[in-house]
């Protein structure tokens, strides 16, 4: 069993500072990409961004030159640094992870429970 735990969230002004974490725990072999999706209310869910176990990383237009992903291999933890928040980044947030359970086990992707985000004066 993997599970993701996101932490982080809150309410912010525009233009503030939000940073998340996701922890895994688990019985897990091996983490492939990671990232960060958000489903705002009415929408679907979309991609925010995404970073390989090499570090290589994917953002959303949206969030570009604002957003910053990173993660930590040893502690199989990704975080997301959000900077100059809009009220349009307003959503639940989740983290993605792709594990793998062993090594002859293909990876599958796994969702922590999200946390909200709230951007508002």
């Known amino acids: 069993q993997v599970q993701l735990v996101e932490s982080g969230g809150g309410l912010v002004q525009p233009g503030g500072s939000l940073r998340l974490s996701c922890a895994t725990s688990g019985s897990i072999f091996m983490i492939y990409d990671m990232g960060w999706y958000r489903q705002a209310p009415g929408k679907q869910r979309e991609l925010v961004a995404t970073?390989?176990?090499?570090?290589?990383?994917n953002y959303a237009d949206s969030v570009k030159g604002r957003f910053t992903i990173s993660r930590d291999n040893a502690k199989d933890t990704v975080n997301l640094q959000m900077n100059s928040l809009k009220a349009e980044d307003t959503a639940v947030y989740y983290c993605?992870?792709?594990?793998?359970?062993?090594?002859?086990?293909?990876?599958?992707?796994?969702w922590g429970q999200g946390t909200q985000v709230t951007v508002s004066s």
């Open positions: 993605n992870a792709d594990v793998s359970l062993s090594w002859s086990t293909p990876a599958h992707g796994y």
């Open positions: 970073i390989t176990s090499g570090g290589s990383a």
